[in-house]
Structures are given as structure tokens and as C-alpha cells.
Nanobody, 122 residues
Framework: QVRLVESGGGLVQAGDSLTLSCVVS????????VGWFRHVPGEEREFLAA????????KYADSVKGRFTISREMDRNAVHLQMDSLRPEDTAIYYC???????????????WGQGTQVTVSK
């Protein structure tokens, strides 16, 4: 069993930066990939970025490449998502998830956090 807890969401203005964190517990981190997704009600869950814990290789959606950065903090078993130059259209609930591989398909991830709201005002 793997447990994920997100934090760091909030209300920011367009152009601001925000870093989300996902603390992972319950299984040795080297055995899975962690991905970040976002969801707007009425739309499909959107893949943003993913990382294989070991060796730390990453994957990004084209829509956020260059603005969002995924990283790991090994001492805390945490995966972060730094988001720069935020836009109103980035407003969503952001989730981290753990799965066997860093795919872009939400169905490939078995464990999910509870989500954290990010709101970007104009």
C-alpha cells in the first residue's frame, strides 16, 4: 500500500510561481513512478509530469514543458511540482499519483492523493 499526501495549493495571481509537494509513504520509493495530474470538473484528468524515483528520470506534457518542473526530495520521500508563470487556465485540482511506470495515462496509476486546489486569478 502506498499513501500520498499533497500540499502547497492556494490562490495566486497570474505570473506567480507555486510549488506543490507530494509526500509518499508505505513502500520503498525505488519501486514506483510518481506522476502529477490536474482535473477541472467536467474535463478529463490531465497529465502534467512524472518521475521514476530511481534514477530520477522525468517526463512532461507538452502543455507545461518549460513552465513546470518535477523534482524529488529523497530525505522526505517527497516529489515536488514547481509551477512558474502561472495562468488562469492552470486553475484546477492537482493530484499526485503512484504507479509502475511514468506514463501519461491516469489509469496506469494505482494510488492517488486527495488533491490540492490551485486557483490562479487574472
Amino acid at each position: 500500500q502506498v499513501r500520498l499526501v499533497e500540499s502547497g495549493g492556494g490562490l495566486v495571481q497570474a505570473g506567480d510561481s507555486l510549488t506543490l509537494s507530494c509526500v509518499v509513504s508505505g513502500r520503498a520509493p525505488g519501486s514506483y513512478a510518481v506522476g502529477w495530474f490536474r482535473h477541472v470538473p467536467g474535463e478529463e484528468r490531465e497529465f502534467l509530469a512524472a518521475m521514476i524515483w530511481t534514477p530520477g528520470s522525468t517526463k512532461y506534457a507538452d502543455s507545461v514543458k518549460g513552465r513546470f518542473t518535477i523534482s524529488r526530495e529523497m530525505d522526505r520521500n517527497a516529489v515536488h511540482l514547481q509551477m512558474d508563470s502561472l495562468r488562469p487556465e492552470d486553475t484546477a485540482i492537482y493530484y499526485c499519483a503512484a504507479g509502475r511506470a511514468p506514463t501519461q495515462n491516469a489509469r496506469d496509476y494505482t494510488y492517488w492523493g486527495q488533491g490540492t486546489q490551485v486557483t490562479v486569478s487574472k
